[in-house]
């Protein structure tokens, strides 16, 4: 069965915890994205990958990490470092890095508490 | 990087009404693509349209790329189809970037 898998779908972080939220794909695709959204907010681009072990900033990257060491993983960490992590993470892919149609997993929902 | 720029922020409609959603871009973009999301946060596919028209059901989509914008049209609007809106693009090498959506609520 193809797609983007994200888990878990609700997670909760104590304050000053790391967390990691998982993302695998089965499309074969190399580029890999992390998006945040915040209520009644667009997605926001946390960090992409176009292929293993290279990995690029986006807007928001401050107080978070990532890594690519498999083609079908792109794991993002939420550091401790970020200072209002409550929101909704999505993770995407596309065959290439800017080209064709993307696809989403189903999200994961962090809430500090 | 681009900027996109999506109109009406909120949209209330009575079930059958017709609607057009607007996407503005403030540079040329390869690739754009309009989603809905769910009330469950998933994004869902619509088109994939960087240029020219497509219709799938009461859903269409028309992008006139050397004008930069996209139109998404709902027609017959039903309850199901309340949510929000997204349209996305991007550049050669980079990510995509959304609008801020579109918050479509249709009532019976």
């Known amino acids: 069965d193809g797609g983007i898998t994200q888990s878990p779908k609700y997670l909760f972080r104590k304050e000053g915890q790391n967390v990691t939220l998982s993302c695998e794909q089965n499309l074969n695709h190399d580029a890999m994205y992390w998006y945040r959204q915040d209520p009644g907010q667009g997605l926001r681009l946390i960090y992409y990958?176009?292929?293993?072990?290279?990995?690029q900033k986006g807007d928001i990257a401050e107080g978070y990490s990532v890594s690519r060491e498999k083609k079908e993983s792109f794991p993002l960490t939420v550091t401790s470092a970020q200072k209002n992590p409550t929101a909704f993470y999505l993770c995407?892919?596309?065959?290439?890095?800017?080209?064709?149609?993307?696809?989403f997993g189903q999200g994961t929902r962090l809430t500090v508490v | 990087g681009i900027q996109v720029e999506q109109s009406p922020p909120d949209l209330i409609l009575q079930e059958g009404a017709n609607s057009t959603l607007r996407c503005n871009f403030s540079?040329?973009?390869?690739?754009l693509q309009w989603f809905h999301q769910n009330p469950w946060g998933q994004l869902i596919n619509l088109f994939y349209?960087?240029?020219g028209t497509k219709q799938n059901g009461r859903l269409s989509a028309t992008t006139v790329a050397t004008e930069r914008y996209s139109l998404l049209y709902i027609s017959s609007s039903q309850t199901t189809d309340s949510g929000v809106y997204f349209c996305?693009?991007?550049?050669?090498?980079?990510?995509?970037?959304f609008g801020k959506g579109t918050t479509l609520s249709v009532s019976s």
């Open positions: 990958s176009q292929i293993v072990n290279d990995f």
């Open positions: 349209i960087p240029s």
């Open positions: 540079d040329s973009v390869n690739n």
């Open positions: 995407a892919t596309t065959p290439l890095l800017g080209y064709t149609e993307a696809f």
């Open positions: 996305a693009g991007d550049q050669a090498g980079t990510a995509l970037i």
